[in-house]
């Protein structure tokens, strides 16, 4: 089967570095997504890793390490919009199906 | 270029009646995913349909059922609605079925 393990809640404060990790335990691996959800909306697309490492974009950047299944998402220069759910989802050969975590809701402060 | 649409955005329904949600992908995706979010979790996979053809099934009892159209849009169908089938449901679209998958903004069903 398929486990993906991520904080239930983190907070910090605007202007700071939040890293928020994801574990993951599944076969087929091909792929991890990061999402952002803002309450009452969809999640909406951050980034994509498929081989290790970091990909930056602007902001947010995401790592992946498929040895350890462990993979984290860092946002840099927190803003007050940032407060939202984010969503680790991995992406496995059975049936390219899209396995997401329950989430972790960031709660930014002044 | 429009989004992933999806309608209703509300729907009310009772125990026992079946319902159907709809999905416009993005223009060019040919791949649609469909997720059943509770308050609070993350989404749930449900299905999969890539090319009209289902590419894959999550853990869900066949009162649920779905298709894709030559158009690429697609049907949710949920028959003998349960109080546990209240939810968020979401369509994602993609160009394949390994990439990057994008939201509508669901349709928030609720069984009384």
């Known amino acids: 089967g398929q486990n993906i393990d991520q904080p239930t809640e983190m907070t910090a404060t605007e202007g700071a570095i939040v890293q928020i990790n994801c574990t993951y335990q599944?076969?087929?691996?091909?792929?991890l997504f990061w999402y952002q959800q803002h309450a009452g909306e969809a999640p909406t697309f951050l980034s994509y890793?498929?081989?290790?490492g970091l990909e930056e974009k602007g902001r947010f950047s995401s790592f992946l390490s498929r040895s350890k299944g462990y993979s984290y998402l860092l946002l840099k220069e927190l803003q007050m919009k940032d407060s939202a759910s984010y969503l680790c989802?991995?992406?496995?050969?059975?049936?390219?199906?899209?396995?997401f975590g329950g989430g972790t809701r960031l709660m930014v402060k002044p | 270029d429009a989004g992933v649409t999806q309608s209703p955005t509300h729907l009310i329904k009772t125990r026992g009646q079946h319902v159907t949600l709809r999905c416009s992908p993005i223009?060019?995706?040919?791949?649609v995913s469909w997720y059943q979010q509770v308050l609070g979790q993350g989404p749930q996979f449900i299905f999969q349909?890539?090319?009209?053809?289902?590419?894959g099934r999550g853990n869900f009892p066949d009162r649920f059922s779905a298709r894709q159209f030559p158009n690429y849009s697609s049907e949710l169908n949920v028959n003998a609605l349960l109080l546990g089938d209240s939810a968020l449901y979401l369509c994602?679209?993609?160009?394949?079925?390994?990439?990057?998958?994008?939201f509508g903004d669901g349709t928030r069903l609720s069984i009384l």
């Open positions: 349909y890539y090319e009209k053809e289902e590419r």
């Open positions: 890793n498929v081989l290790d």
């Open positions: 223009s060019g995706h040919k791949s």
């Open positions: 994602a679209s993609s160009l394949a079925a390994d990439q990057p998958q994008h």
């Open positions: 989802a991995v992406i496995h050969n059975a049936g390219n199906m899209l396995t």
């Open positions: 599944t076969s087929g691996f091909n792929g």
